[in-house]
């Protein structure tokens, strides 16, 4: 990793138990109900999902790690042959090559000769290119693992003093004048250092204060023990490493440990026990692969390999970098339905992720799409609120472009990395974006877009809309100053409605429809300035599915649909992310009390509060704090309105909007 990978800017923390089901009916019958974290709404900007064409092309092996400085990319791996975009033949390379950045020119003045694979990358900070792996020589003289070069030649850098003679440096990073390595070591300048290691990164001198040694592989075969990923907070107080072992200073910690470098490095006080559990043993020995924090460090993520199983194998996982104690629970798991995850970056308020997997949001498959599940080839961009894929899907295919003796389709996506201008990708096969690739692309931020923000209407005041039969709504103020005169306002789109909800511009809204799989939609309309309804559309195929016309009342807060059915006294919600409209595949419970939500019949949020209409006819109110421990206190409902000829509030489209 270089200068730029995982340093970058976030806020704080709480927990969520997950649940896989298989359909709602499933969910209805066994899912514990928590307090969770809800992460704040945040702006998210994507890169192009349209890979640039100019990128050089790798032979063979794979693409392992990438720099930059100034307008030169480095991409390290293991790798034989290179050749630029368009060229008719391949050149020999020793695992390590330079090319400029805006047009994938190679830097034929950088020639370095390396007898091994290149792991990693780094840049000094005055500067120089710092490379880690599992070589034994650096331009013909014996230099083992890890080396500083002059980054316009590939020569040497003498003088810099850093050694890693006890084995493979995996990762390495700079954050300030700090380099942090890890890998499967055990000396590093003639000193015991066991997995992970400081150093002055200016002169590769051993920092002694950091005594942090990881140890013990897990029992299982041909098991070695090893830190392969590792992330360094953007303030420079906290590191996450992430590998095969199973104890740090002494201290348990299976897979992950979390260090605090603020002062003295020390173990913190943070554990968890979802990689403690095997996945497919015999295959994955370990399967926390890689970590990364966000821009501002409030959170991190880590992801996973290694089948199915009692933990969060094949998997991704957010967690909260304030949180500490033990058994601590992820914020939002996002599995693949037993296909690998091998590679990540957080950036821009993305989760970028890679592997060998078909889907994500896929919880309820194995080996297969379960219900919910989405289509991604080998690299998707997840949403940081919820895990649930937002709309780019690029693809891990070569489409028809495939040259003879071509790989298609490789197990492992070994590295994800933004740069300053865009996401590289290295793997080890020969497609990306549906064009053929040589075992890297590169995604521009040009191209790209920005997610605004999307939630559900934050005023205090405005309208909520009643059904009141096919074509028609009723209208009604209602705020501070409390519930307005009822009218009956014609909405000739607005058809066999059930619950609805609004986030931002757009009405979703479940209705009966004999085409849909499961005879319900969830659709989707524009609500204009004026409040008036459009025509519906079905947002995509995913959320067929789910069985959208047996909620009774449903509402959308800051990446949750919180929905209630006429068959379970539960206040239940699913992850929904507006930017592509797709329902999470897991049902969660919120823990409430003095609410029969059997009763329920048209429910939504205003201010705080949930807005809900019940069997009875009334107008309720009551609390709403997804984060405490009792998210709703039934005791405290108030009735804002009796039944009326104008308005019996019994029916389960009832939403709220500003205008």
């Known amino acids: 990793m270089s200068l730029q990978r995982r340093l970058r800017p976030r806020q704080v923390t709480r927990i969520l138990a997950s649940a896989a089901v298989l359909s709602l009916t499933v969910a209805l019958t066994a899912i514990p109900a928590s307090a969770v974290y809800v992460p704040p709404n945040d702006p998210a900007t994507l890169v192009s999902a349209n890979p640039v064409d100019y990128t050089p092309h790798a032979q063979n092996g794979s693409i392992r790690a990438f720099a930059q400085i100034g307008n030169t990319v480095y991409a390290g791996g293991s790798f034989s042959g290179i050749k630029a975009a368009g060229a008719a033949s391949f050149s020999p390379a020793n695992n390590l090559v330079a090319y400029d950045a805006g047009t994938g020119a190679l830097r034929t003045g950088f020639a370095p000769v390396l007898d091994g694979a290149v792991q990693t990358l780094a840049v000094s900070p005055d500067g120089k290119l710092i490379v880690g792996g599992s070589f034994g020589t650096v331009n013909g003289v014996s230099r083992k693992n890890l080396v500083e070069l002059d980054p316009a030649t590939g020569a040497t850098v003498a003088s810099w003093v850093g050694r890693a003679d006890g084995g493979v440096v995996r990762r390495a990073i700079v954050h300030d004048n700090y380099l942090y390595i890890a890998g499967a070591f055990h000396w590093i300048n003639g000193t015991e250092h066991g997995l992970l290691a400081r150093l002055n990164a200016t002169t590769g001198a051993i920092d002694n204060s950091f005594q942090v040694d990881a140890s013990g592989a897990r029992p299982y075969a041909n098991s070695t023990e090893l830190v392969w990923g590792l992330a360094v907070a953007p303030d420079g107080d906290t590191v996450v490493a992430v590998g095969n072992f199973l104890s740090v200073n002494g201290q348990a910690r299976n897979q992950v440990v979390m260090i605090d470098t603020a002062a003295t490095p020390t173990v913190a006080d943070w554990n968890t026990d979802r990689y403690v559990a095997s996945c497919y043993s015999s295959s994955f020995p370990f399967y926390a692969r890689d970590v990364d924090f966000n821009d501002d460090g409030s959170y991190f993520v880590i992801i996973a390999d290694g089948g199915r199983g009692d933990a969060y194998c094949d998997a991704t996982a957010r967690w909260e970098t304030a949180d500490r104690g033990s058994n601590v629970k992820a914020t939002w798991v996002d599995f693949t339905g037993t296909d690998s995850v091998t590679s990540l970056e957080v950036a821009d308020g993305v989760v970028y992720v890679g592997g060998h997997f078909r889907w994500q949001n896929n919880a309820n498959g194995n080996d297969s799409r379960g219900p919910g599940g989405i289509d991604r080839y080998g690299i998707a961009a997840l949403d940081q609120q919820n895990g649930v894929p937002l709309n780019w899907n690029p693809s891990r295919s070569p489409g028809s472009q495939l040259p003879s003796g071509g790989t298609n389709w490789g197990p492992i996506m070994w590295e994800l990395w933004k740069g300053p201008n865009g996401l590289f990708a290295g793997f080890d096969a020969d497609g990306l974006g549906n064009e053929y690739h040589g075992r890297e692309g590169y995604f521009p931020d040009a191209g790209g877009r920005t997610i605004g923000i999307q939630d559900a209407p934050q005023a205090a005041s405005g309208y909520l809309y009643l059904g009141a039969g096919n074509g028609q709504v009723t209208k009604v103020s209602y705020g501070v100053s409390g519930l307005g005169t009822p009218a009956t306002v014609s909405q000739p789109q607005f058809t066999s409605a059930k619950a609805a909800f609004v986030v931002s511009n757009k009405l979703y809204w479940a209705k ?49 649909m919180y929905y209630t059915t006429s068959g379970s006294n539960a206040l239940f919600y699913r992850y929904l992310t507006p930017d592509g409209y797709a329902i999470g595949c897991t049902a969660f419970t919120l823990p409430t009390t003095g609410i029969d939500w059997r009763t329920v019949r048209g429910m939504t949020w205003v201010a705080g509060k949930i807005v809900y209409g019940s069997t009875d006819g009334s107008l309720r109110t009551v609390g709403f704090d997804p984060a405490a421990s009792t998210a709703v206190d039934g005791s405290t409902a108030t009735v804002v309105a009796a039944p009326t000829a104008e308005a019996t509030w019994s029916d389960p489209t009832l939403f709220f909007a500003t205008s």
Not at 512 to 520: F, L
Not at 528 to 553: H, L
Request: aromatic share 12%.
């Open 512 to 560: 009966t429809d004999s085409s849909a799989p499961s005879g319900s939609l969830l659709d989707i309309s524009i609500l204009s300035g004026s409040g008036s309804i459009g025509a519906p559309w079905v947002g995509n195929g995913f959320n067929s599915w789910f069985a959208a016309a047996s909620m009774t009342g449903a509402f959308y807060l800051q990446g949750r």
